[in-house]
């Protein structure tokens, strides 16, 4: 391979590494798509357990990625989700960066 061919898989080291941890793409994929969620229709959309799902939540907030909001409704908690602006911007980069790779591997560039 030369080094020509190489360079263009460059953009694999510009993922957010963040987003791209399986549980934590498929939790802001589904809040890109819905715009907001309650944490429990994200439960079985992403397969993890609450615990896990409750601590990619966490690291994503930290990170300015989603918003949570927390609420009482008939005296039961009610956690609700979404991507910040910033949360969206950075999953659109991430899915061209996707694009990017994928085009590169293809040799479609």
């Known amino acids: 391979m030369s080094r020509d061919e190489g360079d263009g898989l460059r953009h694999i080291s ?24 309650d944490f429990l229709f994200l439960l079985p959309q992403t397969g993890l357990t609450t615990g896990n799902l ?3 939540i966490s ?10 909001e927390k609420e009482f ?24 960066t996707m694009k990017d790779i994928m085009k590169e591997l293809s040799g479609s560039t």
Not at 77 to 84: D, F, K, S
């Open 73 to 96: 409704v008939n005296k039961k908690p009610h956690t609700i989700i979404q991507l910040t602006e910033e949360g969206r911007a950075v999953f659109r980069e991430y899915i061209e």
């Open 14 to 37: 510009e993922l957010d590494k963040l987003v791209h941890e399986p549980a934590r793409l498929a939790i802001m994929a589904q809040l890109y798509i819905v715009r907001s969620a």
């Open 59 to 68: 690291k994503l907030e930290e990170a300015g990625y989603v918003k949570v």
């Open 54 to 56: 409750s601590r990619h």
